[in-house]
T-cell receptor, first 115, second 113 residues
């Protein structure tokens, strides 16, 4: 069974631009979560989606948004990019939401660099 | 005080050594404890999962939870160069959302042949 796929894998953007990242969950998985990983802050939760509905949102500014489609694929968008948004953005999928992490599978991430 | 503290390392050991990785936490409501392994340029993968207190063993890996001390450990026996990775602890009080999962910042481990 194919794992979680994320596109693109690497991205370089300029301050002020916006970016859209894509995540395709494991087949049959309907819940998708997004995380930001930086050396300073570690892995931080961004949002969680299930059945096209956002179930939970982390403590990030409104410039960070996301959505989920009917086929469970998800996108996240960051508008007005700042240098501090440079990070590895990870997507994780599970069959159901809130399975406390032990049934959650991560993708390889999208490395975003903001210059 | 951060909810979850983890020494970032780096930790370098010779092949065959026993490795001990640790996290401390402050929230006494945490009852689900996980260890993830993250190789360079990859996403984290679940290594061990423990509910509440006690020990869990899986091959060369042993996870321990001491809720009275708010301390969890991961032991790797007979460490191999392929164990070189960043190890992340994670914990949750439950609550039905992945947003309740709190991660440590990770310990980078290098096992030298």
């Amino acid at each position: 069974k194919a794992g979680v796929t994320q596109t693109p894998r690497y991205l370089i953007k300029t301050r002020g631009q916006q970016v859209t990242l894509s995540c395709s969950p494991i087949s049959g998985h309907r819940s998708v979560s997004w995380y930001q990983q930086t050396p300073g802050q570690g892995l931080q939760f961004l949002f969680e989606y299930f059945s096209e509905t956002q179930r939970n949102k982390g403590n990030f500014p409104g410039r960070f948004s996301g959505r989920q489609f009917s086929n469970s694929r998800s996108e996240m968008n960051v508008s007005t990019l700042e240098l501090g948004d440079s990070a590895l953005y990870l997507c994780a999928s599970s069959t159901l939401p809130g399975l406390v992490g032990h049934e959650q599978y991560f993708g390889p991430g999208t490395r975003l660099t903001v210059t | 005080q951060k909810e979850v503290e983890q020494d970032p390392g780096p930790l370098s050991v010779p092949e065959g050594a026993i490795v001990s990785l640790n996290c401390t936490y402050s929230n006494s409501a945490f009852q689900y404890f996980m260890w993830y392994r993250q190789y360079s340029r990859k996403g984290p993968e679940l290594l061990m999962y423990t509910y509440s207190s006690g020990n869990k063993e899986d091959g060369r890996f042993t996870a321990q939870v001491d809720k009275s001390s708010k301390y969890i450990s991961l032991f790797i026996r007979d460490s191999q160069p392929s164990d070189s990775a960043t190890y992340l602890c994670a914990m949750s009080a439950g609550g039905g959302s992945q947003g309740n999962l709190i991660f440590g910042k990770g310990t980078k481990l290098s096992v030298k042949p």
